[in-house]
């Protein structure tokens, strides 16, 4: 009989976290804002002396969610900080890698997604309309890194991610900082969220 592989990875936190069958007991929001602010977003391909990290991407796009939904609840707020935490241990696949990996990539989002969001009291999965808001300020902020960090013109970056609204995102930057700025930036906006759900 063949030996079952390994399928479960241990954090830093000592958890030892199933990627299969996640438990909410086994997440922990520093677990999940160091191994974001190591997540390089475009495959580590941005201008700058450090990478981009999915924690900071998740920061911004934080903040274009509460623009495009200024009435927004702390408990929506804290489903788009975390609409990619996942990535703290499947890693940051660009989208055509994705859909060249298959549904099994999805299916492994989706569980991982769920047991996030029963461990800091947000619904297993989210609403629909909730997530056509967070998907909406997702593009904003992948359109914004496309033209300032990832080598895209204007025009290219309309094509794939839409034409941006400047009203949203016009004083708004790409900020590139050392991994531990951005995780305690990330956990510092996590813990204001979660005290006023």
């Given at each position: 009989?063949?030996?079952?592989?390994?399928?479960?990875?241990?954090?830093?936190s000592g958890r030892r976290l199933d990627l299969l069958d996640p438990t909410p007991v086994?997440?922990?929001?520093?677990?999940?804002?160091?191994?974001?602010?190591?997540?390089?977003?475009w495959n580590g391909q941005t201008r700058g002396d450090y990478a981009y990290s999915v924690a900071e991407h998740s920061l911004l796009v934080e903040d274009i969610f509460g623009r495009i939904m200024?009435?927004?609840?702390?408990?929506?707020?804290?489903?788009?900080?975390?609409?990619?935490?996942?990535?703290?241990?499947?890693?940051?696949?660009?989208?055509?890698?994705?859909?060249a990996v298959g549904p099994g990539y999805d299916d492994l989002d989706t569980r991982l997604s769920a047991a996030i969001h029963i461990r800091f009291g947000l619904p297993a999965l989210t609403p629909p309309r909730l997530k056509k808001k967070i998907?909406?300020?997702?593009?904003?902020?992948?359109?914004?890194?496309?033209?300032?960090?990832?080598?895209?013109?204007?025009?290219?970056?309309?094509?794939?991610?839409?034409?941006p609204d400047p009203d949203i995102i016009g004083d708004l930057g790409i900020h590139l900082r050392p991994p531990i700025e951005v995780r305690r930036d990330f956990t510092a906006r996590h813990t204001a969220l979660l005290k006023d759900l």
């Amino acid at each position: 009989m063949a030996k079952q592989p390994r399928a479960w990875q241990r954090m830093l936190s000592g958890r030892r976290l199933d990627l299969l069958d996640p438990t909410p007991v086994d997440i922990e929001i520093e677990d999940i804002a160091h191994g974001l602010a190591f997540v390089a977003r475009w495959n580590g391909q941005t201008r700058g002396d450090y990478a981009y990290s999915v924690a900071e991407h998740s920061l911004l796009v934080e903040d274009i969610f509460g623009r495009i939904m200024p009435k927004a609840t702390p408990a929506q707020r804290l489903t788009a900080l975390l609409h990619d935490a996942p990535e703290y241990v499947i890693g940051d696949m660009i989208s055509p890698v994705k859909a060249a990996v298959g549904p099994g990539y999805d299916d492994l989002d989706t569980r991982l997604s769920a047991a996030i969001h029963i461990r800091f009291g947000l619904p297993a999965l989210t609403p629909p309309r909730l997530k056509k808001k967070i998907k909406q300020a997702d593009k904003l902020s992948a359109w914004m890194e496309a033209v300032q960090i990832a080598g895209f013109s204007k025009e290219e970056a309309d094509r794939f991610f839409g034409k941006p609204d400047p009203d949203i995102i016009g004083d708004l930057g790409i900020h590139l900082r050392p991994p531990i700025e951005v995780r305690r930036d990330f956990t510092a906006r996590h813990t204001a969220l979660l005290k006023d759900l």
